[in-house]
């Protein structure tokens, strides 16, 4: 417990006059005005171990873990962010959306901009914080910490190199749809890694390029549909992705192959 003392016709936690000029109290320099004293909160080390605080992450919710709690994925970084999802459009779309439901803007590059476009008119017709550019035509997205920037890279198996990289406050996701030749050097240049349901083949040949255990090379075969094994630089999650009913009524239920 903390113990507080009284000064002699002063309250509990009054500063002291100051030793150099009689009578004055010393400046509270960047705290303002003293306000109202209350009892100082305390607890004993055996009460902290009840505390439980949600640590991680600030950014989109992308599904619940093994543990039934949220999954958050920090896509809006001060630093270059890249992220690799070998999977179905569907998630990525639904990343896209909660990324802008969280005020940043979202820039597709893509080469089927018709999978893209009942979800510009949902929002505005691109007005409300995500646009479709086709390949090789990204403007740059003046990104900054007030207007953060997502770029989903929607370019097919062989994905040219950007125009617009990732750097500060703007993250970059690249959806490939299998494991493809350009695959090993997009895993190596990222941050985290989404793998939905892949071959055998392309899941034996992720694990050597992930370390991953036989564990997981054996269940990505067959992870059922919203399912997503996330791999950073320290640990792995599983993560189901759970629509919300304005999702399914835009995209549909969660799936693998478009």
């Given at each position: 417990m903390t113990a507080t003392?009284?000064?002699?016709?002063g309250a509990p936690g009054e500063p002291e006059p100051s030793a150099g000029?009689?009578?004055r109290r010393s400046p509270r320099s960047g705290f303002g005005l003293i306000g109202p004293r209350h009892g100082r909160h305390s607890v004993t080390v055996e009460q902290l171990e009840t505390l439980a605080l949600p640590i991680g992450d600030d950014g989109v919710v992308i599904g619940v873990g093994?543990?039934?709690r949220p999954a958050v994925l920090g896509i809006n970084r001060?630093?270059?962010?890249d992220v690799v999802l070998i999977g179905g459009l569907w998630t990525a779309q639904v990343l896209a959306l909660r990324a802008a439901a969280t005020?940043?803007?979202?820039?597709?590059?893509t080469g089927r901009p018709q999978a893209w476009v009942q979800m510009v008119h949902a929002m505005g017709g691109g007005q409300n914080g995500l646009a479709v550019y086709e390949v090789g035509r990204v403007p740059p997205q003046g990104a900054s910490a007030g207007t953060p920037v997502l770029v989903v890279r929607d370019c097919g198996m062989r994905p040219p190199r950007g125009r617009v990289a990732s750097g500060p406050w703007q993250s970059v996701l690249t959806l490939l749809p299998y494991l493809s030749?350009?695959?090993?050097?997009?895993i190596r240049q990222a941050r985290l890694v989404g793998v939905q349901q892949i071959s055998p083949d392309e899941a034996a040949e992720l694990g050597r390029a992930l370390a991953l255990p036989r564990g997981d090379v054996e269940a990505l075969p067959t992870l059922a549909e919203g399912f997503t094994l996330w791999c950073g630089d320290r640990d792995r999650q599983y993560v189901m992705t759970q629509p919300t009913d304005?999702?399914?009524?835009?995209?549909?239920t969660p799936r693998r192959m478009d």
């Open positions: 003392t009284t000064r002699a016709g000029r009689p009578g093994a543990d039934g001060p630093t270059p962010y005020g940043a803007r979202v820039a597709v590059e030749p350009v695959a090993p050097r997009l304005a999702e399914i009524g835009l995209l549909g």
